[in-house]
T-cell receptor, first 111, second 113 residues
Protein backbone atom coordinates (compact mmCIF):
# COMPACT_ATOMS: atom_id res chain seq x y z
CA UNK A 1 0.00 0.00 0.00
CA UNK A 2 1.88 3.02 -1.29
CA UNK A 3 1.05 6.01 0.84
CA UNK A 4 3.30 8.36 -1.14
CA UNK A 5 3.24 8.21 -4.91
CA UNK A 6 5.36 9.84 -7.53
CA UNK A 7 3.63 8.87 -10.72
CA UNK A 8 6.21 10.23 -13.14
CA UNK A 9 9.29 7.99 -13.18
CA UNK A 10 11.21 10.58 -15.19
CA UNK A 11 11.11 14.15 -16.42
CA UNK A 12 13.24 15.91 -18.99
CA UNK A 13 13.53 19.71 -19.02
CA UNK A 14 15.57 22.23 -20.95
CA UNK A 15 18.10 24.26 -19.01
CA UNK A 16 16.64 27.56 -17.84
CA UNK A 17 13.06 26.31 -17.88
CA UNK A 18 10.91 25.30 -14.95
CA UNK A 19 10.93 21.75 -13.60
CA UNK A 20 7.79 20.61 -11.82
CA UNK A 21 7.89 17.36 -9.88
CA UNK A 22 4.67 16.00 -8.46
CA UNK A 23 3.76 13.87 -5.49
CA UNK A 24 0.46 12.51 -4.17
CA UNK A 25 -0.25 11.00 -0.79
CA UNK A 26 -3.10 9.06 0.71
CA UNK A 27 -2.62 9.36 4.46
CA UNK A 28 -4.47 12.42 5.76
CA UNK A 29 -2.46 12.22 8.99
CA UNK A 30 0.74 13.26 7.23
CA UNK A 31 1.60 16.74 8.42
CA UNK A 32 5.16 17.29 7.25
CA UNK A 33 6.52 16.84 3.77
CA UNK A 34 10.05 16.81 2.44
CA UNK A 35 11.89 16.62 -0.84
CA UNK A 36 15.20 14.86 -1.14
CA UNK A 37 17.64 14.85 -4.03
CA UNK A 38 19.86 11.90 -4.82
CA UNK A 39 22.85 11.66 -7.13
CA UNK A 40 24.11 8.26 -8.28
CA UNK A 41 26.22 6.44 -5.67
CA UNK A 42 25.28 8.95 -2.98
CA UNK A 43 22.69 9.01 -0.25
CA UNK A 44 19.65 11.29 -0.48
CA UNK A 45 20.23 14.87 0.61
CA UNK A 46 17.54 17.05 2.09
CA UNK A 47 16.30 19.80 -0.21
CA UNK A 48 13.24 21.52 1.18
CA UNK A 49 10.30 20.82 3.45
CA UNK A 50 6.83 22.11 4.20
CA UNK A 51 4.53 21.82 7.17
CA UNK A 52 0.84 21.11 6.66
CA UNK A 53 -0.03 24.51 8.10
CA UNK A 54 1.51 26.16 5.06
CA UNK A 55 0.75 25.91 1.37
CA UNK A 56 4.04 27.19 0.03
CA UNK A 57 7.67 27.25 1.03
CA UNK A 58 10.44 28.81 -0.97
CA UNK A 59 14.21 28.44 -0.83
CA UNK A 60 16.11 30.07 -3.64
CA UNK A 61 15.30 28.31 -6.90
CA UNK A 62 13.21 25.68 -5.11
CA UNK A 63 9.57 26.09 -4.13
CA UNK A 64 7.30 23.45 -2.68
CA UNK A 65 3.53 23.79 -2.94
CA UNK A 66 1.10 21.82 -0.80
CA UNK A 67 -2.57 21.27 -1.64
CA UNK A 68 -4.02 19.46 1.35
CA UNK A 69 -7.49 19.05 -0.05
CA UNK A 70 -6.07 17.27 -3.08
CA UNK A 71 -3.38 15.51 -1.03
CA UNK A 72 -0.86 16.73 -3.54
CA UNK A 73 2.45 18.49 -3.38
CA UNK A 74 4.83 19.68 -6.02
CA UNK A 75 8.39 20.87 -6.24
CA UNK A 76 9.20 23.69 -8.64
CA UNK A 77 12.75 24.35 -9.72
CA UNK A 78 13.31 27.55 -11.64
CA UNK A 79 15.48 28.09 -13.51
CA UNK A 80 16.55 24.48 -13.96
CA UNK A 81 20.27 23.82 -14.23
CA UNK A 82 22.16 20.77 -15.53
CA UNK A 83 23.44 20.17 -11.98
CA UNK A 84 19.87 19.62 -10.88
CA UNK A 85 19.81 16.35 -12.80
CA UNK A 86 19.23 13.73 -10.13
CA UNK A 87 16.54 11.54 -8.60
CA UNK A 88 14.04 13.49 -6.51
CA UNK A 89 12.20 11.76 -3.69
CA UNK A 90 9.09 13.05 -2.05
CA UNK A 91 8.66 12.00 1.60
CA UNK A 92 5.94 12.47 4.17
CA UNK A 93 5.73 12.17 7.91
CA UNK A 94 3.04 11.79 10.51
CA UNK A 95 4.11 13.51 13.73
CA UNK A 96 6.29 11.23 15.83
CA UNK A 97 6.25 8.58 13.16
CA UNK A 98 8.36 7.32 10.34
CA UNK A 99 9.35 9.06 7.13
CA UNK A 100 7.60 7.45 4.15
CA UNK A 101 9.12 7.88 0.71
CA UNK A 102 7.84 7.86 -2.82
CA UNK A 103 9.65 5.88 -5.51
CA UNK A 104 11.37 8.93 -6.95
CA UNK A 105 11.40 10.88 -10.19
CA UNK A 106 14.50 11.07 -12.37
CA UNK A 107 15.02 14.65 -13.52
CA UNK A 108 17.22 15.31 -16.53
CA UNK A 109 18.05 18.91 -17.32
CA UNK A 110 19.38 19.28 -20.84
CA UNK A 111 21.81 22.02 -21.71
CA UNK B 1 33.35 16.24 6.90
CA UNK B 2 30.74 13.57 6.41
CA UNK B 3 28.12 13.51 9.14
CA UNK B 4 26.59 10.08 8.55
CA UNK B 5 29.12 7.49 7.46
CA UNK B 6 28.30 4.04 6.21
CA UNK B 7 30.81 1.25 5.86
CA UNK B 8 31.50 -0.41 3.62
CA UNK B 9 30.21 1.36 0.50
CA UNK B 10 30.01 -1.96 -1.32
CA UNK B 11 29.60 -5.36 0.28
CA UNK B 12 29.52 -8.72 -1.42
CA UNK B 13 28.37 -11.64 0.68
CA UNK B 14 27.60 -15.26 0.05
CA UNK B 15 24.10 -16.62 0.16
CA UNK B 16 23.34 -17.55 3.76
CA UNK B 17 26.49 -16.00 5.23
CA UNK B 18 25.83 -13.45 7.98
CA UNK B 19 26.79 -9.90 7.15
CA UNK B 20 26.92 -6.68 9.15
CA UNK B 21 26.64 -3.18 7.80
CA UNK B 22 27.69 -0.25 9.93
CA UNK B 23 26.67 3.35 10.32
CA UNK B 24 28.17 6.10 12.41
CA UNK B 25 27.14 9.69 12.95
CA UNK B 26 28.82 12.82 14.25
CA UNK B 27 25.58 14.77 14.66
CA UNK B 28 24.65 13.43 18.09
CA UNK B 29 21.14 12.79 16.82
CA UNK B 30 18.68 10.80 18.87
CA UNK B 31 17.14 8.85 16.03
CA UNK B 32 18.86 6.44 13.65
CA UNK B 33 17.06 4.69 10.81
CA UNK B 34 17.82 1.83 8.44
CA UNK B 35 16.19 1.83 5.03
CA UNK B 36 16.34 -0.76 2.27
CA UNK B 37 16.11 0.49 -1.29
CA UNK B 38 15.76 -1.77 -4.29
CA UNK B 39 16.16 -0.51 -7.81
CA UNK B 40 13.54 2.08 -8.87
CA UNK B 41 11.62 1.64 -5.64
CA UNK B 42 11.00 3.86 -2.66
CA UNK B 43 13.36 3.48 0.28
CA UNK B 44 11.62 1.17 2.73
CA UNK B 45 12.05 1.63 6.45
CA UNK B 46 13.26 -1.51 8.19
CA UNK B 47 13.55 -0.18 11.75
CA UNK B 48 14.70 2.76 13.75
CA UNK B 49 16.10 3.63 17.15
CA UNK B 50 14.91 6.52 19.21
CA UNK B 51 17.84 6.74 21.58
CA UNK B 52 18.01 3.15 22.88
CA UNK B 53 14.42 2.29 22.07
CA UNK B 54 14.20 -0.07 19.12
CA UNK B 55 11.22 0.20 16.75
CA UNK B 56 10.78 -2.57 14.23
CA UNK B 57 8.50 -2.22 11.22
CA UNK B 58 5.81 -4.86 11.15
CA UNK B 59 6.85 -6.20 7.76
CA UNK B 60 10.60 -6.32 8.38
CA UNK B 61 11.74 -9.96 8.11
CA UNK B 62 13.24 -11.59 11.20
CA UNK B 63 16.38 -12.10 9.15
CA UNK B 64 17.16 -8.42 9.74
CA UNK B 65 18.39 -7.30 13.13
CA UNK B 66 19.92 -4.13 14.44
CA UNK B 67 22.14 -2.98 17.28
CA UNK B 68 22.87 0.47 18.61
CA UNK B 69 25.65 0.19 21.20
CA UNK B 70 25.90 3.96 21.67
CA UNK B 71 24.57 7.22 20.24
CA UNK B 72 27.09 7.32 17.43
CA UNK B 73 26.90 3.83 16.00
CA UNK B 74 24.21 1.61 14.59
CA UNK B 75 24.57 -1.77 12.90
CA UNK B 76 22.39 -3.75 10.53
CA UNK B 77 22.83 -7.49 10.79
CA UNK B 78 21.47 -9.80 8.12
CA UNK B 79 21.58 -13.28 9.60
CA UNK B 80 21.15 -15.33 6.44
CA UNK B 81 21.18 -13.18 3.33
CA UNK B 82 19.12 -14.35 0.41
CA UNK B 83 19.31 -13.21 -3.18
CA UNK B 84 16.27 -11.02 -2.55
CA UNK B 85 18.18 -9.04 0.07
CA UNK B 86 20.48 -7.54 -2.52
CA UNK B 87 19.79 -3.82 -2.32
CA UNK B 88 21.10 -0.44 -1.27
CA UNK B 89 20.94 -0.03 2.50
CA UNK B 90 20.64 3.52 3.73
CA UNK B 91 21.29 4.74 7.23
CA UNK B 92 19.79 8.04 8.32
CA UNK B 93 19.66 10.13 11.45
CA UNK B 94 17.39 12.85 12.75
CA UNK B 95 17.62 15.08 15.77
CA UNK B 96 14.24 13.98 17.01
CA UNK B 97 11.07 12.32 15.89
CA UNK B 98 8.63 14.69 14.30
CA UNK B 99 8.95 17.62 11.94
CA UNK B 100 12.63 17.48 11.22
CA UNK B 101 14.67 16.32 8.28
CA UNK B 102 16.66 13.12 8.24
CA UNK B 103 20.31 13.08 7.16
CA UNK B 104 21.42 10.15 5.09
CA UNK B 105 24.69 8.34 4.66
CA UNK B 106 25.99 7.35 1.25
CA UNK B 107 24.56 3.89 1.52
CA UNK B 108 25.97 0.39 1.30
CA UNK B 109 25.30 -1.56 -1.87
CA UNK B 110 24.87 -5.20 -0.88
CA UNK B 111 25.36 -7.96 -3.42
CA UNK B 112 24.49 -11.55 -2.55
CA UNK B 113 26.20 -14.27 -4.58
Amino acid sequence: DQQVKQNSPSLSVQEGRISILNCDYTNSMFDYFLWYKKYPAEGPTFLISISSIKDKNEDGRFTVFLNKSAKHLSLHIVPSQPGDSAVYFCAAMEYGNKLVFGAGTILRVKS
Amino acid sequence: DAMVIQNPRYQVTQFGKPVTLSCSQTLNHNVMYWYQQKSSQAPKLLFHYYDKDFNNEADTPDNFQSRRPNTSFCFLDIRSPGLGDAAMYLCATSRDQGRTEAFFGQGTRLTVV
